[in-house]
């Protein structure tokens, strides 16, 4: 008898439990899905080839030029508003474009920005217009702005899957040795620590055409003091950074080690990031001695509280892929950079 009452008691006061929760339809909703940098484009097919077309590519689909081959910023995925079904509407990311069916004299407009729509963590836009000129016109004056709402959604998508994965023993050896944190997924495993140097690492393998390729994601940190502002030339930045992968980073062969690839162009821009001047550079590295190779980024930052340079950098080895993904997810980790005294 008493064994029944409690069983009636726990079933019942599970109950009252889920009646308080409140309900929140997003959980119902399947995971958003897609690959990093990728946005659906809903459109009718007749304006595929359009004037509104040659825009949405300019604005997002320029070619990267630090890369190894030829890869655009993002990736357009086109569809009809017919084809628009099924796992296509759980994309993380989806730009309605829908032309005509307004009243008379009225303008093209973009909506409010939606989220959790047809699936966790996505965002969708619309694009509405009375015809393909204002549309056209609507794109060209606020698709830079558009792309960076892409941009900053799926590094943010990003940013909060690493966080909840993300290593401790690895950000413990970086405050320790280098003074710095930065959210590393605990699927990466540290190479080496010489003291002015932290090597970490990830490799997965992908299974494409019938055989499985390594993929290898590399970061490493290192700092020094600061003198003056040539620390953020971008010469400067190149050879320091050759100096450290030349003693530190070898490969297979003896006597290769890293190096950069001169031929492909440098990128460098100024900004600010979680408080901090930060001189980010981008190019192509290579095995001297070696055939290997692929793109990277690096992260020099002004630590003005310490008066030092702190440079975070990202490298990418995968010769059967495109690169822009793995960019990316570095560029999530290497900018989620704090400093342990803060």
Same mark, same amino acid.
């Given at each position: 008898? *008493?064994?029944?009452?409690?069983?009636? #008691?726990?079933?019942?006061?599970?109950?009252?439990?889920?009646?308080?929760?409140?309900?929140?339809?997003?959980?119902?909703?399947?995971?958003?899905?897609?690959?990093? &940098?990728? %946005?659906?484009?809903?459109?009718?097919?007749?304006?595929?080839?359009?004037? #509104?077309?040659?825009?949405?590519?300019?604005?997002?689909?320029?070619?990267?030029?630090? #890369?190894?081959?030829?890869?655009?910023?993002?990736?357009?995925?086109?569809?009809? !508003?017919?084809?628009?079904?099924?796992?296509?509407m759980n994309h993380h990311s989806v730009l309605i474009v829908e032309i005509g069916g307004l009243k008379?004299?009225?303008?093209?407009?973009?909506?409010?920005?939606?989220?959790?729509?047809?699936?966790? &963590?996505?965002?969708?836009?619309?694009?509405?217009?009375?015809?393909?000129?204002?549309?056209?016109?609507?794109?060209?004056?606020?698709?830079?702005?558009?792309?960076?709402?892409?941009?900053?959604?799926?590094?943010?998508?990003?940013?909060?899957? +690493?966080?909840?994965?993300?290593?401790?023993? +690895?950000?413990?050896?970086?405050? #320790?040795?280098?003074?710095?944190?930065?959210?590393?997924? !605990?699927?990466?495993?540290?190479?080496?620590?010489?003291?002015?140097? +932290?090597? +970490?690492?990830?490799? @997965?393998?992908?299974?494409?055409? $019938?055989?499985?390729?390594?993929?290898?994601?590399? *970061?490493?940190?290192?700092?020094?003091?600061?003198?003056?502002?040539?620390?953020?030339?971008?010469?400067?930045?190149?050879? @320091?950074?050759?100096?450290?992968?030349?003693?530190? *980073?070898? &490969?297979? *062969?003896?006597?290769?080690?890293? %190096?950069?690839?001169?031929?492909? $162009?440098?990128? !460098?821009?100024?900004?600010?990031?979680?408080?901090?001047?930060?001189?980010?550079?981008?190019?192509?590295?290579?095995?001297?001695?070696?055939?290997?190779? &692929?793109?990277?980024?690096?992260?020099?930052?002004?630590?003005?509280?310490?008066?030092?340079?702190?440079?975070?950098?990202?490298?990418?080895?995968?010769?059967?892929?495109?690169?822009?993904?793995?960019?990316r997810e570095l560029e999530a980790i290497l900018y989620s950079f704090s400093?342990?005294?803060?």
């Amino acid at each position: 008898m *008493i064994k029944r009452l409690i069983a009636f #008691l726990t079933v019942t006061l599970a109950l009252i439990s889920c009646e308080n929760k409140p309900y929140d339809p997003v959980e119902s909703l399947p995971e958003s899905s897609g690959e990093i &940098g990728e %946005v659906v484009v809903v459109m009718e097919k007749a304006y595929w080839t359009s004037s #509104l077309m040659n825009v949405l590519n300019d604005k997002f689909a320029k070619e990267v030029q630090s #890369l190894p081959q030829p890869e655009p910023l993002m990736t357009l995925k086109l569809v009809t !508003n017919k084809g628009f079904s099924g796992n296509m509407m759980n994309h993380h990311s989806v730009l309605i474009v829908e032309i005509g069916g307004l009243k008379e004299g009225s303008q093209a407009f973009f909506g409010k920005p939606q989220a959790n729509v047809w699936s966790k &963590g996505q965002l969708v836009y619309k694009l509405k217009a009375p015809d393909l000129q204002s549309a056209t016109e609507l794109l060209e004056v606020h698709g830079d702005q558009l792309f960076d709402y892409f941009q900053d959604h799926y590094q943010n998508k990003i940013k909060n899957e +690493i966080a909840a994965n993300k290593s401790t023993s +690895i950000n413990e050896e970086l405050g #320790l040795t280098m003074g710095v944190n930065i959210d590393v997924p !605990n699927s990466f495993t540290l190479v080496s620590n010489y003291n002015d140097l +932290i090597w +970490i690492k990830q490799q @997965r393998m992908k299974y494409v055409d $019938g055989q499985d390729h390594e993929i290898q994601l590399g *970061i490493l940190a290192y700092t020094y003091p600061y003198t003056d502002s040539l620390a953020f030339d971008m010469e400067h930045i190149v050879a @320091r950074r050759d100096s450290m992968t030349k003693k530190y *980073i070898p &490969g297979m *062969i003896e006597g290769s080690y890293m %190096v950069t690839e001169q031929q492909y $162009g440098l990128e !460098n821009k100024e900004t600010h990031a979680n408080g901090y001047f930060v001189s980010e550079t981008r190019g192509v590295w290579k095995m001297h001695k070696a055939i290997m190779g &692929g793109p990277f980024m690096s992260l020099t930052i002004y630590d003005d509280k310490n008066q030092r340079i702190v440079c975070l950098e990202g490298y990418v080895h995968a010769p059967h892929f495109r690169k822009m993904p793995y960019i990316r997810e570095l560029e999530a980790i290497l900018y989620s950079f704090s400093f342990p005294s803060e």
